[in-house]
């Protein structure tokens, strides 16, 4: 089924196809937020959607492993795909920072927006705690794009494999009017926690599992645990090959448990399918431990009848 609600108040995402200017999953950012993102820039990086995929929030996003996503990964794009910091006993701690442009801004499958949108990044990691936080904002703003993702987690890393488990807060401004069209926005829209779905504030919690490099599948099980009515569950696969070259191919599947009105717009079937993409990605050193990253990825998402070709470059410190 497809979505075509509009959610009704801060932080609600309306319907799948409502971000590109029909239904709108997500809300929205003042100008503001673009200046805080112009500040931040300098110093953001980039967990990885080839996740997943911010967002939470209410749209159809993104964006860590795969394109624009969160981590268990953070939204950032396109899936939950990205590529997220390390973490473990590998290192006392680690700072990456990283900024990204994506054609469109998808999470798990959902479409947050049709547009371009930037988002910086910011990583710190130490003995197996990250904090990650993630800004998005678009040329228009009046889009279901604009949030800031705060994602704290703790993974812990073996031979065979690594677990962990992530809580990211998705920060929305977007207010829907009367009309149930019309956004405002509200100054005060970080500190509106109420948990009615109307709040600014949805919380994901995301436990994981990634295996080792000759078997590097990673299951992701993820809830919303607050603001949203339903406790949307998602479950999601992803399996990232090296294919030469430099190259990485990584398939990406993706499904709902029941129904999830105000996240991923799906009904009360006991199984619905929203993402299903195949991520081509590659990131070359610039030296000065700089690096060039570059994503493009094919998004099916069955259960809003959608199909999208997103791509993303961006530069990782």
């Not at 196809?17 to 820039?41: H, N, Q, Y």
């Not at 995929?53 to 899936?79: C, F, H, I, K, Y």
């Not at 994981?208 to 599948?217: M, V």
Request: glycine share 10%.
């Amino acid at each position: 089924m497809t979505a075509t609600h509009v959610r009704p108040m801060t932080g609600i995402r309306p319907s799948s196809d409502a971000r590109c200017g029909k239904r709108i999953e997500g809300p929205t950012m003042s100008m503001r937020k673009w200046l805080a993102v112009a500040s931040f820039a300098t110093s953001y990086s980039t967990y990885a959607m080839a996740d997943s995929d911010g967002p939470s929030p209410r749209a159809e996003p993104a964006p860590v492993s795969t394109v624009n996503a969160t981590p268990a990964t953070p939204l950032r794009g396109a899936a939950d795909g990205a590529t997220e910091p390390k973490t473990g006993d590998e290192a006392t701690y680690m700072l990456t920072e990283a900024v990204d442009l994506w054609s469109r801004f998808l999470y798990r499958g959902v479409l947050f927006d049709d547009q371009w949108t930037l988002q910086p990044s910011a990583a710190f990691s130490m003995y197996g705690v990250t904090a990650f936080v993630l800004a998005s904002a678009a040329p228009d703003e009046t889009s279901s794009v604009d949030y800031v993702g705060v994602t704290v987690g703790y993974a812990h890393s073996a031979p065979w494999g690594t677990i962990g488990v992530d809580l990211m807060d998705s920060i929305f401004a977007l207010k829907v009017g009367p009309d149930g069209v019309t956004r405002s926005l509200s100054a005060r829209y970080a500190f509106d926690f109420r948990g009615d779905g109307q709040g600014s504030h949805w919380l994901d919690v995301t436990a994981y599992y990634q295996g080792p490099s000759r078997f590097p599948l990673k299951v992701q099980l993820g809830a919303l645990v607050y603001n949203d009515p339903d406790y949307s569950k998602y479950v999601g696969l992803l399996y990232p090959l090296k294919v030469g070259q430099g190259f990485t191919l990584t398939p990406e599947f993706g499904t709902v448990i029941s129904q999830s009105r105000l996240w991923y717009f799906t009904n009360n079937d006991p199984i619905n399918v929203t993402n299903c993409a195949l991520a081509l990605s590659r990131t070359v050193d610039l030296g000065r431990g700089v690096m060039l990253a570059a994503t493009v990825q094919f998004v099916v998402n069955p259960e809003a009848g959608r199909v999208n070709f997103v791509s993303g470059i961006g530069l990782h410190m």
